[in-house]
């Protein structure tokens, strides 16, 4: 059980962090440069792709104690994530269509995990 556990917490790491980073490109592509390769290759782009690998690394891992599925859900919190911070960090107009969209993810992740839930407890 503990292993899990620490599974589930590895995946959560690793999904903040590309909901996190997804942030920092945005801000990055914001930015003006002054050539064209500085806009793909600046340190904030680097940065974020070398943690969005550590963050394909942590699915995988996940992926020995949990099936597809599950880790596939946990996928979605990224874009709540997503939504919080940059309502937050970014100041981006919160519409109703984005509190819809955000709405129908959360009740999937609920729904998913409520089924997910009562099929571990029967195992």
């Avoid at 903040?16 to 500085?38: I, Y």
């Avoid at 680097?46 to 690998?53: A, F, K, N």
Wanted: hydrophobic fraction near 60%.
């Amino acid at each position: 059980m503990i292993e899990l556990l620490i599974a589930a917490g590895i995946q959560l790491f690793g999904v903040t962090l590309a909901g996190c980073l997804q942030l920092f490109l945005k801000k990055s592509a914001m930015q003006e440069h002054d050539r064209f390769w500085k806009r793909y290759f600046n340190w904030k782009v680097l940065l974020s792709y070398c943690g969005m690998l550590i963050s394909v690394f942590c699915t995988i891992i996940a992926l020995r104690f949990f099936p597809l599925s599950m880790v596939a859900i946990w996928s979605a919190y990224s874009q709540v994530l997503v939504f919080l911070l940059s309502a937050i960090i970014l100041k981006e107009k919160i519409t109703k269509r984005k509190v819809l969209g955000l709405i129908i993810i959360i009740i999937g992740i609920v729904t998913f995990f409520a089924d997910s839930l009562i099929t571990l407890s029967n195992i």
